[in-house]
């Protein structure tokens, strides 16, 4: 399954975090793992991960469409998996996504606690991570209509601009993964 996410996202600082908390009222909150994988291709993708929700595994593949900004445009593909594997194979990578990816191997796996807020056609998500030594938090608008200004204008009056492109998690996580090594 393919899908084109379109996604604005924003560092927090932990003041930030605990005051969106109580900003909105959260639909439910998800415990997930992000268990990473690398591979020698990485032009072609932005992330390859296997997510756990509540013992459920879902290999996701995200590939760069377009960047402006906080906004990232992706094609995200996505397939459940029985069990969370050590090496994603180069064939499986291909059928999945249609592109030579090659093999990938775990790495290691980021925990995060999600509140999500579902806002017209936009999902607000804050997110509290935690990986390797590290707690970080962010807020994403994940969105399928149109760009939610009114809810960008809302963050906004509260002092947290989605105005430059911050690492995502997978990023954030290979950047420690080589600080450590």
């Known amino acids: 399954m393919m899908n084109i996410e379109r996604e604005l996202k924003v560092m927090l600082t932990k003041q930030q975090y605990k005051r969106l908390c109580g900003e909105f009222e959260w639909d439910r909150v ?21 997510r756990e ?12 469409v377009s960047e402006k900004g906080a906004l990232s445009v992706k094609k995200e593909f996505e397939k459940k998996l029985d069990c969370l594997p050590p090496v994603l194979t180069d064939r499986e990578l291909s059928e999945l ?3 030579d990816l090659g093999s990938a191997v775990a790495i290691g796996s980021l925990f995060t606690e999600r509140r999500l807020a579902v806002i017209g056609s936009c999902e607000v998500c804050l997110d509290k991570s935690e990986y390797l030594g590290v707690t970080d938090y962010e807020a994403e608008l994940e969105y399928t209509g149109e760009f939610p200004k009114a809810l960008t204008e809302r963050f906004e009056r509260m002092g947290i601009a ?5 690492l995502g998690k997978y990023a ?6 080589k600080n450590k090594y």
Do not use: W
């Not at 929700?53 to 590939?63: A, T």
């Not at 989605?162 to 911050?166: A, H, S, V």
């Not at 954030?172 to 993964?177: A, E, N, Q, T």
């Open 30 to 50: 998800i415990c997930q793992t992000n268990h990473y994988y690398k591979c020698e291709n990485t032009q072609l993708f932005s992330s390859i991960r296997v």
């Open 172 to 177: 954030r996580f290979i950047g420690k993964v």
């Open 53 to 64: 929700i509540d013992g459920e595994f879902f290999l996701q593949v995200k590939m760069p």
């Open 162 to 166: 989605f105005d430059k492109p911050p």
């Open 97 to 99: 996504t249609g592109a």
